[in-house]
């Protein structure tokens, strides 16, 4: 037989793990299994049996939802037909089985990217207003009982700029922030009300944003050549902040920086007095409070051919989500595709 019948092409699939509460190494968690190559962006859980994963299937958003045993992927909300590379990029579970996730495409037509802003509400996703074209959303997070979604603008789009909206009064609405040339927010997360971070790059450089509960402000951090990625609030004097080889620490008073096992950090989230970092190259490294380690635990299925790109904790435990590359969707050294279900079951 001639070599290229038999040659197996690298495809790009989700990936996703679980360290479940007081187990001792990670496990394996199978993607939904969908059409076509497939990138999970976004996790965020309240539960072992309660979870939302979600990226981009094609050139289509992707929301699936975990039960604790397989995955049901619902139809998505209305989505532009004309946009390119539409993708959902961040998630957030709420109160009353209810979710909000967060993304963006390109629409061919406008010339302009267009923010994705879709609501779960325990039976079906409705599409909202993002912000208008010209503009992206990349984190949504809880703060107690209030929501946050961010993202930026574009200057070919006449809306450059850090863009922060806050779900009140039964919709969505657009927040003052500092005026940040360049300015693009990542990531969103917080403790309180009164107590959210948000984080991504002005220009070149590290950008962290701070809000009290009247205003958003800007917060000094060491001098980084880079973007931050990711953001974990802890408590008012614990926060966490990573983007490549930097990890950022907010001790209450001041952000500084701390020394951490990984070169390509894309992604931070706490539980149980453990902070876990990963990115890249399958790099997963933890804080248990005194010290950073490397997780080999985490090596086994999927090694350096996994990219992390978000996390999330819970009661139950600690999921990453990512992408990896494989033969083919069934390639052996990794966890078989669960089918997923679709809402009609």
Known sequence: MRREQTQRHPRVTGTML??????AAWRAVAPPAVPGPHLLSGVAAVSATEAWAVGNAGQAPLAARWDGASWTVPPGAPVNPGLAGASLQDVAVLAAGRAVAV??????????????????????????????????????????????????????????????????????????????????LLAVSGTAPDDVWAVGAADRAALVLHYDGRAWRRTPVPAL??????????????????????????????????KAPVTGANTVTA???????AGGGGELARFDGRAWT????????????????????????????????????????????????????
């Open 103 to 184: 993304g963006g495409g390109h629409d061919r037509l406008a010339g302009a990217e267009v923010p994705l802003l879709h609501e779960w509400d325990g039976a079906a996703w409705t599409a909202w207003d993002g912000g208008g074209p010209g503009r992206v959303l990349t984190g949504v997070a809880t703060a107690g009982d209030e929501v946050w979604a961010v993202g930026h603008g574009f200057p070919w789009g006449g809306a450059e700029g850090p863009l922060v909206l806050h779900r009140a009064d039964g919709g969505w609405r657009p927040v003052p922030v500092p005026a940040v040339p360049r300015g693009r």
């Open 271 to 277: 539980a149980s007095g453990t902070v876990w970092v």
């Open 225 to 258: 050549r880079a973007p931050l990625a990711d953001v974990a609030a802890v408590s008012r004097t614990e926060a966490w902040a990573v983007g490549r080889d930097q990890v950022l620490r907010w001790n209450g008073r001041r952000w500084t920086r701390v």
């Open 294 to 345: 490397r997780d080999a635990s985490a090596a086994p299925p999927f090694g350096a051919a996994a990219v992390w790109l978000a996390s999330a904790s819970d009661p139950g435990g600690v999921w990453l989500a990512g992408t990896r590359q494989v033969a083919d969707p069934e390639a052996p050294g990794g966890a078989p595709s669960v089918p997923a279900r679709t809402a009609d079951g």
């Open 18 to 23: 679980a360290l479940p509460a007081g187990a």
